[in-house]
């Protein structure tokens, strides 16, 4: 099983473009969610998805949209980039059963915004 | 609102020595889940243990250990005889029992010297 799997693992922009963050699980898990790591701050949740078609923002949504049209995949697209947007990002996935069940998280990718 | 604090952001012990690392937590929920995740040098995030709020045994796991206090609400880690590659960024983290929306703390960052 592959599990979870980010794409790109690295990726430089420039202030004002866009790009999606790719992310897709095998496990037919009900829950994905984006997460940032950024030094000194732990992991924050951006946005959250309990199911195909169904998605909510986390502790820090502003400037990022996600969609999730099937059950494995769950993109993360960042609008216009800015500098504040640089940072490590952590897709993961989840089952709920009598509870939450451990976060499967990707390989992460690291983004940097000039 | 749901909060987790690491008070330790660094420490270092020479190889052998047992470290405790500490995690409070703050939740208004009577169930909750905490989770404790090892980040190694190289970048993932390796799930290392789950527990609920009604299950206040303490676990042990070869050299590790967690002690679950619902009365101080914390959740510490303790690494018995520690060795160099238990060096890594160790995050404790707190869920509802809905939903999969881990909420992390800052982390604290582990290193063993030979």
């Known amino acids: 099983n592959a599990g979870v799997t980010q794409t790109p693992k690295f990726q430089v922009l420039k202030t004002g473009q866009s790009m999606t963050l790719q992310c897709a699980q095998d496990m037919n898990h009900e829950y994905m969610s984006w997460y940032r790591q950024d030094p000194g701050m732990g992991l924050r949740l951006i946005h959250y998805s309990v199911g195909a078609g169904i998605t909510d923002q986390g502790e820090v949504p502003n400037g990022y949209n996600v969609s999730r049209s099937t059950t494995e995949d769950f993109p993360l697209r960042l609008l216009s980039a800015a500098p504040s947007q640089t940072s490590v990002y952590f897709c993961?996935?989840?089952?709920?059963?009598?509870?939450?069940?451990?976060?499967?998280f990707g390989e992460g990718s690291r983004l940097t915004v000039l | 609102a749901q909060k987790v604090t690491q008070a330790q952001t660094e420490i270092s012990v020479v190889e052998k020595e047992d470290v405790t690392l500490d995690c409070v937590y703050e939740t208004r929920d009577t169930t909750y889940y905490l989770f404790w995740y090892k980040q190694p040098p190289s970048g993932e995030l390796v799930f290392l243990i789950r527990r609920n709020s009604f299950d206040e045994q303490n676990e042990i796991s070869g050299r590790y250990s967690w002690n679950f206090q619902k009365s101080t609400s914390s959740f510490n880690f303790t690494i018995t005889a520690s060795q160099v590659v238990d060096s890594a960024v160790y995050f404790c983290?707190?869920?509802?029992?809905?939903?999969?929306?881990?909420?992390f703390g800052a982390g604290t960052i582990l290193r063993v010297k030979s």
């Open positions: 993961a996935s989840s089952y709920q059963r009598g509870g939450p069940g451990e976060l499967f």
């Open positions: 983290a707190l869920s509802q029992p809905y939903g999969n929306k881990l909420v």
